[in-house]
């Protein structure tokens, strides 16, 4: 066995290092950093439309590279359409006899509302009950900032941080509760100043222990 495991491993190890000798891995990057230059172009563009079609002059000097700043920005504001929870979590997941609550409470979070393209920002509040497996606390925190570096709206963000987290550790429960502001309630529409939403889910035990629940919820939410 450990002799085809080495013949694995020489085969696999002589297949880079043709793909490296051939040029294989640099013509690779440099094809997606022409279609990501391209895709910032086409932004940018998109952009340029709209300042003129709102009756601004795109040749005046403060907006000269305003299209650019704007496509570069909405790319970051997206980032995590490019990132996903198994990139992050590649040996951050642990075997470890701990089975009691563990609260990673207050993770800023910041997003764009899909229906408006206007920015919704608040906190995020994460709980799971380990099955054998933890994960780095940080770790925790990027789910988060790859699920909202993407068009949202509040009431998913929250299940798809709460399903990334039980597919990844088969816990005995995850919970997520995020309080935000949305500027599209602000800054337009009803305009009010001091309204905050707040949206829960519960997997496992959280679903189905009242008591648990309870517990995560006095300690993540209390002030």
Known sequence: MEYQHDI???????????CKHNGLFEKEKDSKDDTDSNKLSHIEKAYTTILGELGEDVDREGLLRTPLRAAKAMQFFTKGYKETTQDILNDAI?????????IV????????????????FGKAHIAYLPNKKVVGLSKLARIVEIYSRRLQVQER?????????????????VAVVIEAAHMCMVMRGVQKMNASTVTSVMLGTFQDNPTTRKEFLDLAIRK
């Open 94 to 102: 642990f075997d470890e006899n701990h089975d009691e609550m563990v």
């Open 8 to 18: 694995e491993i020489n085969g696999e190890d002589k297949y880079l290092n043709i």
């Open 157 to 173: 963000l929250t299940k798809q941080i709460a399903s990334a987290i039980s597919e990844a550790l088969e816990p005995a429960g």
């Open 105 to 120: 409470k207050d993770i800023e979070l910041f997003s764009l509302c899909e229906h408006h393209l206007v920015p919704f």
